[in-house]
């Protein structure tokens, strides 16, 4: 991996519909590609997916504090 390839964009912004799933097949293959090759969009991948999971953890009554 490199730590930003020069060409292309970014998926930053995609990061988390790509978490949730909610990309299309079109959207999430160049983002899959990308997170292949890039540390930094790769970390923050990572990132999201945590705070995603932990969201799961979450119950009615959690939010409510």
Do not use: I, N
Request: aromatic share 4%; glycine share 10%.
């Amino acid at each position: 991996m490199t730590t930003d390839p020069p060409e292309g964009p970014h998926v930053r912004q995609l990061l988390g519909a790509y978490v949730l799933d909610a990309l299309t097949d079109g959207e999430a293959r160049p983002v899959a590609r990308h997170l292949q090759s890039c540390d930094g969009c790769a970390a923050d991948y990572l990132e999201v997916a945590e705070a995603v999971s932990l969201l799961g953890l979450l119950g009615a009554k959690d939010l409510l504090e």
